[in-house]
């Protein structure tokens, strides 16, 4: 079915998907969010697809959550039907590495779906923040989990007390993005980062998320065993045959995935 609130086009092995709606500044609503996982699920099944990229428009990644369509439901509505509950499973149980890239406005459920993706790039105008607190709510898709894992207590604790912004340098920074980059080239500077990630093999690009998103559900030991046993386990692929031989023939390795 044809999306009315997301882009999406696949190219090259990478998905991009545009959050599209530009007189509400990407305001996740249902529907938004609902084509969104679709548009997730799509890639994730498509063998062509080996990296998703997420981005806004230049003024604004997302401005958060639809405050018009949350503001007609009570707590009845939002608690029976898990307000976002299935809309974050969604985005969470993506096995592909998924990248944030970022221009402008980052607000609520937009920093917190940036946050969601595996690393976030910014352009130089990039504005986050968790202002849920000017709405008398706080933030409910992991926003008050993730930030302070990203950037730490004081600052998170801060964030999310005051509705303050961050900008693009502060987060950089603080480790909230893994670079920023000048506004214009910042889908060159992303699509260049997941074609990079094309080129290897999906079974390592895929290990490497999972493995790296243990460290946040577990202890140091587990995870570093998890780690291991994934390391492991990537030397029964032809990939990893592959790998090494290239290397010590002095050639690019072809990944087959296999
Ligand atoms: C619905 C929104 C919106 C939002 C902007 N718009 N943000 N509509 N939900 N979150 C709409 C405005 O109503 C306006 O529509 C149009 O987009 C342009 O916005 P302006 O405010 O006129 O633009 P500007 O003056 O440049 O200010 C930009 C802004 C401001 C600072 C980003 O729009 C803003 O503060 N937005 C709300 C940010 C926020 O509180 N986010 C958290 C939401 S709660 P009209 O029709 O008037 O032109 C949340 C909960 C997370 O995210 C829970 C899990 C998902």
Redesign the pocket.
Known sequence: MAYKTIIVEVDDHVALIKLNRP???N??NSQLLEELGRALRDAEANEKVRCIVITGSEK?FA??????E?SEKSFVDAFTSDL?GPESNAIERIRKPIIAAVSG?A????C?LAMMCDFIIASDTAKFGQ??V??G?L???GGTQRLTRFVGKSKSMEMHLTGRFMDAEEAERSGLVSRVVPAKKLMEEAMSAAQKITEKSLLSTMAVKEAVNRSYETTLREGTLHERRLFHALFASEDKAEGMSAFLDKREAQFRDK
């Open positions: 007189d509400a500044l305001a996740l604004a401005a958060g959550a639809d405050i018009k949350m976002f406005y607000l609520g459920g937009g917190e202002p849920e000017n709405l709510v933030a409910g898709l």
